[in-house]
């Protein structure tokens, strides 16, 4: 088997190598949240997984098989399903870390008011991109999601650090996916997104990634909030 198959699946043990070990240490102590990081995970899981099977059989995106293992499900790569494992659990664990150490950072109306602008944004994307499925779907569930999180007034505490958390965490995800985007490992339909690309990652991907994190931290929270 050529080393190029193992692009992917190494990028994938490459991203959790670090946050799997220091979610041991005694002052972190991520691993005391799998019960919860683990419910976090599998619900998103399931709704990407569908989309990104969809996509995949109606030729919105693709994968390489020079940079896959081989093994597929739903014709979906095994790699591509330890990514919505071992991003989220990536992201998660730099919020949970992003909390501990910096415990003081609360509310901020700006960051809520920003949110509410991204929503009109995507909204208006949404109807602008209504043939280009990539793109349409993307802006429609990130207004959908977003709308309803800003909806729970419970969430407000968690939205400054969630904020931080994803901006910190597009330094690993820029290099993860671009990689990905650049080999190709994923190869998009041109016809299907707005064709706008940050160095090679299309636009919509950063938003992707926004509407997973968001999934997770927000069912993250919620079955603590629960708990308790």
């Known amino acids: 088997m050529s080393p190029e198959k193992f692009i992917y699946i190494g990028l994938m043990a490459g991203s959790v190598l670090f946050p799997f070990l220091f979610s041991f240490e005694k002052q972190i102590s991520f691993y005391k949240k799998w019960k919860y990081l683990f419910v976090a995970i599998l619900l998103p899981l399931l709704f990407f997984v569908v989309w990104d099977a969809i996509f995949t059989a109606n030729g919105v995106w693709w994968f390489n098989d020079a940079f ?33 150490y910096l415990p003081r950072i609360d509310f901020n109306k700006a960051i809520y008011v920003s949110y509410v602008v991204l929503v009109l944004i995507f909204a208006l994307l949404t109807l602008l991109y209504s043939q280009r499925d990539y793109t349409f779907f993307n802006f429609l569930f990130n207004t959908l999601f977003l709308s309803f999180m800003l909806f ?32 190709p490992v994923v ?16 636009f919509e991907d950063f938003f992707y990634f926004l509407l997973l994190f968001g999934m997770n931290v927000m069912i993250f929270e919620w079955l603590q909030k629960k708990k308790d």
Request: with cysteine; hydrophobic share 55%.
């Open 68 to 100: 896959v293992l081989g093994p597929r499900l739903f014709d979906l790569p095994i790699e591509e399903w330890l990514f919505f494992v071992i991003v989220p659990y990536c992201a998660v664990f730099i919020y949970e870390v992003l909390k501990l």
């Open 152 to 183: 729970n007034n419970w969430f407000k505490k968690h939205l400054t650090h969630f904020t931080l958390a994803f901006l910190v965490a597009l330094i690993p995800m820029f290099i993860v996916n671009g990689v990905l985007t650049a080999m």
């Open 187 to 202: 190869e998009y339909n041109p016809l299907e997104n707005s064709g706008i690309r940050i160095y090679t990652i299309p």
